[in-house]
Nanobody, 127 residues
C-alpha cells in the first residue's frame, strides 16, 4: 500500500507563492506518473499538473501554465508543486495522486486514472 502526504498549504496574499510537497511512503514506490489536482467548494476536482516519474516530463492545465511548476525528487519519493503569482481563484484543497499503470497515462487529466490519493492541503489566496 502507498501513502501520500501533502504539505505546504496555507494562507497567502494574491501575487504570493507557496511550495506544496507530496511525500510517498509504503511499499516500493514506483509510479508511472504523478499529478496534482484541486477542488474548490461546490466544484469538481480539476487537473492542475502532472509529471512522468521516469523522465520528468511535465504537463500543466492552461489556467496555471507559466505560474505553477511540478517537479519530483526520486531519491526522496516526493513531488512538488511550486505555485507563483497566486490568484484568489486558485483557492482550493490541493491533492496529489499517483498513477501506477502506464496504460492510463494517456488520460492523465482524469482523476479516475490515479490509484492513490493524499488527504489534501488547503491553499487560500486572499485579495
Amino acid at each position: 500500500q502507498v501513502q501520500l502526504v501533502e504539505s505546504g498549504g496555507g494562507l497567502v496574499l494574491a501575487g504570493g507563492s507557496l511550495r506544496l510537497s507530496c511525500a510517498a511512503s509504503g511499499r516500493t514506490f514506483s509510479p508511472y506518473f504523478m499529478g496534482w489536482f484541486r477542488q474548490a467548494p461546490g466544484k469538481e476536482r480539476e487537473f492542475v499538473a502532472a509529471i512522468t516519474w521516469s523522465d520528468g516530463s511535465t504537463y500543466q492545465a492552461d489556467s496555471v501554465k507559466d505560474r505553477f511548476t511540478i517537479s519530483r525528487d526520486g531519491a526522496k519519493n516526493t513531488v512538488y508543486l511550486q505555485t507563483n503569482s497566486l490568484k484568489p481563484e486558485d483557492t482550493a484543497v490541493y491533492y496529489c495522486a499517483a498513477g501506477m499503470r502506464r496504460t492510463l497515462w494517456i488520460s492523465y487529466r482524469l482523476p479516475g486514472r490515479y490509484d492513490y490519493w493524499g488527504q489534501g492541503t488547503q491553499v487560500t489566496v486572499s485579495s
